[in-house]
């Protein structure tokens, strides 16, 4: 096999049309999109990933009829407690990008309690995307490093890369390698757009209640396939320079 990607992002959409093809409501569209992630992440694990990132909840998500934001705000806080157990058997590390404090207690103190729990994990840190937007990541680390230089302990001069990173939300994750999304829509929709510059992209037509295993390793032949050249020519990667 060639090329591995080190960090997998996902973007789990079609959850609400796979239930409305089966005249089932939305809510049993992300039940099932819950047991796709747990497969998900089983098999990421086990090929050795590194780095695995879903998409749960996104900042414009809130727009969404009252209910539904419940439902997935309560389906997110019941997969952190409820895979706890297979998380720390696994050795899986689990973290969260996004803002927080918007999150119903319950469901923070959910997550944070598995966030503790599974902190001694080193096989694969599982990234929880909740009340996530790039857009909104950058502006929190633009504001950051404003208030910092305001109060002169900053020179804008000094404002690199690293150090915006570092303000990022997802400071503490690698630039992403490997987007997939289902659903047949062929959009980042505002996930790690910062984090995604030189990342390949995979979309699929199935819904996200249908991905498995086998789909992932579509994915993964079709990324080992692909020349990542960032920036450089393919006669510099094949001979040097
Ligand atoms: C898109 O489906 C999916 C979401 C808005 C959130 C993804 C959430 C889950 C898979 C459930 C929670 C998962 C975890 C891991 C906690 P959609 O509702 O936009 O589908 P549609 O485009 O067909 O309407």
Redesign the pocket.
């Known amino acids: 096999m060639g090329n591995r990607p080190r960090h997998i992002g996902i973007i789990?959409?079609?959850?609400?049309?796979?239930a409305?093809a089966r005249g089932l409501d939305?809510a049993a569209?992300?039940a099932h999109?819950?047991q796709?992630?747990t497969g998900v992440y089983r098999a990421a694990c086990e090929r050795g990933i590194e780095h695995l990132t879903?998409?749960?909840?996104?900042h414009s998500?809130w727009k969404r009829p009252k209910d539904e934001v419940e439902m997935?705000m309560r389906?997110?806080g019941e997969?952190a407690a409820q895979s706890q157990a297979d998380w720390k058997a696994r050795g899986i590390r689990l973290q969260v990008i996004g803002e927080l404090d918007e999150l119903p207690t319950t469901v923070r103190r959910a997550i944070e309690a598995t966030v503790d729990a599974t902190s001694a994990g080193t096989a694969m840190v599982l990234t929880?995307a909740l009340d996530y937007g790039a857009r909104n990541d950058l502006l929190g680390a633009v504001r950051a490093l404003a208030a910092r230089a305001q109060a002169g302990l900053l020179l804008p001069e000094e404002i690199d890369e690293p150090l915006l990173r570092r303000e990022l939300t997802t400071g503490a994750i690698p630039d992403v390698d490997l987007i997939i999304r289902t659903?047949g829509e062929k959009r980042l929709s505002d996930f790690l757009m910062f984090e995604s510059a030189n990342a390949e992209l995979f979309f699929l037509e199935a819904?996200?209640p249908e991905f498995n295993e086998a789909m992932l390793d579509v994915a993964l032949e079709a990324f080992a396939r692909r020349q990542r050249r960032f920036g450089r020519t393919a006669e510099q990667l094949a001979y040097g320079g």
């Open positions: 789990m959409d079609g959850n609400g049309r796979w409305h939305r569209g992300h999109g819950v796709a992630a879903l998409f749960a909840f996104s998500n997935l389906l997110s997969f929880l659903g819904m996200w």
